[in-house]
């Protein structure tokens, strides 16, 4: 249906630049996914098993359960923040890819 | 759609609006017509926007994804109108003006599972996806029968979710107007229908976007209401908040017994830590796992990622998203804690025992009360929205599930994919009416019945079942039919099955044991206090004495009426006498039975295409080589 359907598909994903950007890309997103799981999890059970530490006030009526439910949205929003710059970088690096793939991924026959 | 027949539906549910007989809850009859009138001119502008959607969409790919010629930013506040629907708006405030922290710990799951589709699906799903989560899956695999199954799977879990919309939806209406529940179930299915049959995509997601604006702008202002008496700061407005008579209330009832030697100040600031909901943090963290995952895993969502043009689109769409529905919680906090203190959980749970109408009760309150012209206006306005919100999040839900009969098993796997785009449009529609009316007599069939765990089964279903086969299609190579066939079975099942012998189901022989505890408790009340009446001197004790024996008979009234409607069942709907599974949520199991189902059928089935088909896939899906274009307009 695509023009491009008839690339050699495999030379393109053994072309040095793709490998480069599959790594890149794959380490930073599976990272910070990583990091944003456990990060979540620890509220449920940080309210569950440490409420001792979820009551201590810091600020006014403020304890720290609040403060840490509200650094979630911090979190994720700084999450959001920081992938969107990083996307230039993997994005310069598709687009680059996706321009020279008539040429590497050109069947010999 | 031509004026005509717009006028015409209008009038149909105007007419309908007007003729219940029934009287008003929240809103008290004097103020109906105001109420109409807002929802009214709510509708009408939907209406007006259906109507210009209805000269655009001419194709398959406009109904079913707007052209993909919509804006990151526009998709944003689409997906975050589809997201925040009447349990999320309504429920969360509700949930935190009567339970405080838990309340608003469990809006935090519903924000982060964001991340999960933004890191790992929406892009990929952008570059590999062209209609429906079928399409993504059959790019390697055997296309008629993966599609089959995804498309029974969109079709299940887009049944419970609109199944419980549908029954939310009524009772919420009934209960803010006091228009009866069947019509208010059919005038929902019938403005959803108008938009979707008419309008598709195109339509439907300028619907979402004009209700999340209308939700975010009606919630700013109350919260700048609330908060603005305290200067906007926030020790100074919590501080308040645990001060509050009415608020140190809600917790002496909450704790019961324990709050005994409670001072009042220790009272308020419990109000603001953790456990006065959440029991178990078992069930808290399968809960979790299937809003993180499960989210990721909704076909209604995934399906706003095919309307716009390139995965740089899809991304920013998800961006903006959080950025709103985060936004939105954080107003939520305000809100609940708002209603807590102001109108107070005797005044909330006395309209609703959920704690729904603590949002719309609160703009009654801040415009300046039940007699005041501001405050119903302010009512009927938030009451307008929480309207439009059901039918937009409905008809986004029918239009997925319709895309998955269409275009997954009409063109798919029926046609074997050969069909103009005039006949697929047809076939869309029609689907979209059969699905649509089938919604409707849901609906109204399932009056009455406790639907509120169907939304966290649709969550659990996609976190089991859609996410993994969506995932491992994506990211591991050696994923082929036979995994996907495996994980959407084994996934959709054990969720299903685990919650059908959960605590969820109604347990007649529990329900009767502790009900007659409540009548025995009463009875002995009942006894005491009239043992003690005659001897009262003053007439202030004897007026006690007789309201506590009003609230004690009321409370054995409702306890037999509850034996009664068990109607002599013993068992639970699958013959059980108690739970055999103790968590409410199934996540926990069922998230990686799924997983580990589609390991174990692609290890097993083993195919060699969907291997050589790897490379393409990942290429694709990484740089967006011969993604499917937009349609120019």
Request: charged share 15%; net charge positive.
């Amino acid at each position: 249906m695509q023009p491009s359907a008839a690339l050699n598909w495999f030379a393109i994903d053994s072309d040095a630049r793709f490998q480069t950007l599959h790594k890149r890309k794959s380490r930073f997103l599976w990272g910070l996914m990583a990091f944003a799981v456990v990060y979540y999890f620890l509220l449920p059970v940080g309210a569950a098993y440490f409420t001792d530490l979820f009551k201590i006030k810091i600020w006014g009526a403020i304890n720290f359960g609040l403060v840490f439910a509200l650094s979630q949205f911090i979190v994720a929003w700084g999450i959001a923040w920081f992938y969107a710059r990083k996307a230039g970088e993997f994005d310069a690096l598709a687009e680059e890819i996706a321009r020279d793939a008539d040429r590497i991924g050109a069947r010999t026959r | 759609m031509t004026k005509r027949q717009i006028v015409l539906s209008i009038g149909a549910v105007a007419a309908a609006l007007g003729a219940s007989p029934a009287f008003a809850q929240a809103v008290s009859s004097e103020w109906r017509i105001l109420t109409f009138g807002v929802f009214g001119a709510i509708i009408a502008v939907t209406m007006w926007v259906t109507y210009l959607a209805a000269k655009r969409t001419k194709t398959a790919a406009d109904f079913y994804t707007a052209g993909g010629g919509v804006s990151g930013l526009q998709n944003g506040w689409a997906i975050a109108g589809d997201y925040l629907s009447a349990a999320s708006f309504l429920g969360i405030a509700g949930l935190i003006s009567l339970y405080g922290y838990d309340g608003f710990m469990y809006s935090v799951g519903w924000l982060v599972a964001y991340i999960t589709v933004l890191l790992v699906i929406a892009e990929p799903c952008r570059n590999i996806g062209k209609y429906t989560m079928g399409d993504i899956l059959a790019f390697r695999n055997n296309p008629k029968t993966v599609k089959t199954f995804m498309a029974l799977s969109t079709i299940t879990v887009s049944t419970f979710y609109l199944t419980a919309q549908m029954v939310g939806g009524g009772v919420l209406v009934k209960t803010l107007i006091g228009i009866d529940y069947e019509i208010s179930v059919a005038v929902v299915g019938v403005l959803m229908l108008a938009y979707v049959l008419f309008g598709g995509m195109v339509a439907t997601t300028y619907v979402q976007i004009i209700k999340a604006i209308l939700l975010v702008v009606a919630s700013l202002v109350m919260v700048a209401l609330v908060w603005g008496q305290y200067g906007f700061s926030l020790p100074g407005y919590l501080g308040a908040v645990v001060g509050d008579a009415d608020v140190q209330a809600q917790v002496a009832r909450l704790l019961g017994d324990s709050a005994r030697n409670m001072t009042p100040a220790e009272l308020g600031q419990r109000f603001l830590e953790p456990g006065l909901l959440f029991k178990s943090p078992i069930d808290q963290i399968s809960l979790g796992m299937a809003l993180v995952l499960g989210t990721a895993g909704l076909p209604h969502i995934l399906m706003r990622f095919f309307t716009v043009p390139t995965a740089q689109q899809a991304r920013k769409s998800v961006i903006w998203a959080m950025a709103i529905i985060g936004g939105f919680y954080l107003l939520t906090l305000f809100l609940g804690t708002g209603a807590a203190m102001l109108v107070g959980a005797p005044a909330i749970t006395g309209i609703d025992r959920g704690g729904n109408m603590a949002a719309p009760l609160l703009a009654q309150f801040l415009g300046g009360g039940k007699d005041s012209l501001l405050g119903n206006l302010m009512l009927a306005f938030v009451a307008a929205v929480a309207f439009a919100t059901i039918v937009a999040v409905v008809a986004g839900l029918v239009l997925a599930a319709a895309s998955a009969m269409s275009h997954d098993i009409w063109v798919g796997v029926i046609k074997g994919d050969k069909a103009t785009s005039e006949e697929e449009l047809k076939a869309a529609r029609i689907c979209s009416l059969i699905v649509g009316v089938i919604a409707i007599a849901i609906g109204i069939l399932a009056k009455g019945q406790n639907v509120a765990h169907l939304v966290a089964l649709a969550f659990a279903v996609a976190a089991s079942a859609n996410l993994p086969v969506v995932l491992l299609t994506l990211y591991w190579k050696k994923c082929n039919t036979g995994g996907v066939v495996a994980g959407l079975v084994i996934g959709t099942l054990s969720a299903i099955a685990l919650v059908l012998v959960s605590p969820n189901m109604t347990y007649p022989v529990q329900i009767k044991a502790a009900q007659e505890r409540i009548i025995k408790g009463a009875d002995e009340r009942i006894a005491k206090l009239n043992a003690e009446l005659p001897g009262l001197a003053d007439a202030t004790a004897t007026e006690n004495a007789k309201q506590a024996l009003a609230v004690a008979e009321k409370a054995k009234a409702g306890a037999e009426a509850q034996i009664k409607a068990l109607g002599g069942a013993t068992t639970s709907l699958v013959g059980l006498s108690e739970p055999w599974f103790q968590l409410r949520n199934p996540g926990l199991i069922s998230i990686p039975l799924g997983f580990l189902a589609v390991l174990i059928g692609s290890l097993l089935y083993r195919d060699k295409r969907a291997e050589e088909m790897w490379e393409e896939l990942y290429v694709r899906s990484n740089t967006g080589i011969g993604r499917a274009a937009a349609s120019a307009h």
